[in-house]
């Protein structure tokens, strides 16, 4: 049973820790992206990455990091630079250079106290 | 700047009857849209999607047109079924790699 899974599905942290949110994919695609959500917006990209090993900024890259040393796995660290953390951040893979649609996981929500 | 536009963030239609969602974009490099049903606190789940190279795609229910001339494409769906109360998001690629969304539609079926 192919899909996304991001975990976990709710986060809560306290101002000024990093945390870092999980997403892995079992359709072996080589494309992977982090978008984030905020009320009234549309998604917005924050980093993505074509292969392992190789990742691009998005238009909202600041205070964010992520790694890619699997195919499967492409997390996202929001760090204590990021002055607006608590949002509604959704991971999405595609089969490559080539795929024309991109396919999405639950998202998690995190909340920053 | 906001380069796919959904200015209507609501509508609502009776059973039965046509809904028609529309998408506005202005960069006329986006070679590729799509449209993707949304619920709240959930991901995304891809709808239909239409290549610049064409003007309408059918699936089922689900049409899609696109204009490029005026850079707008709209989602039909005929007949509209309580169970398509949802937002509908439209997105549109860039360079085969990069997407951009607009702020989607939220559409109520009414029976």
Avoid at chain 1, 53 to 78: C, H, M, W
Avoid at chain 2, 78 to 97: H, I
Wanted: proline residues 5%; aromatic residues 12%.
């Amino acid at each position: 049973d192919g899909g996304i899974t991001q975990s976990p599905k709710y986060l809560f942290r306290k101002e000024g820790q990093n945390v870092t949110l999980s997403c892995e994919q079992n359709l072996n695609h080589d494309a992977m992206y982090w978008y984030r959500q905020d009320p009234g917006q549309g998604l917005r990209l924050i980093y993505y990455s074509q292969i392992v090993n190789d990742f691009q900024k998005g238009d909202i890259a600041e205070g964010y990091s992520v790694s890619r040393e699997k195919k499967e796995s492409f997390p996202l660290t929001v760090t204590s630079a990021q002055k607006n953390p608590t949002a509604f951040y959704l991971c999405a893979s595609k089969v490559g250079s080539g795929g024309n649609e991109q396919f999405f996981g639950p998202g998690t929500r995190l909340t920053v106290l | 700047d906001q380069q796919v536009k959904q200015n209507s963030p609501s509508l609502s239609v009776q059973e039965g009857r046509i809904s028609i969602l529309n998408c506005d974009y202005t960069n006329s490099m986006f070679d590729y849209f799509l449209w993707y049903k949304k619920y709240p606190a959930e991901g995304p789940t891809f709808l239909i999607s239409i290549s610049s190279i064409k003007d309408k795609n059918e699936d089922g229910r689900f049409t899609v047109f696109l204009n490029k001339s005026a850079k707008h494409l709209s989602l039909h769906i005929v007949p509209s079924q309580p169970g398509d109360s949802a937002v509908y998001v439209c997105a549109a690629r860039y360079t085969g790699n990069q997407f951009y969304f607009g702020t989607g539609t939220s559409l109520t079926v009414i029976p």
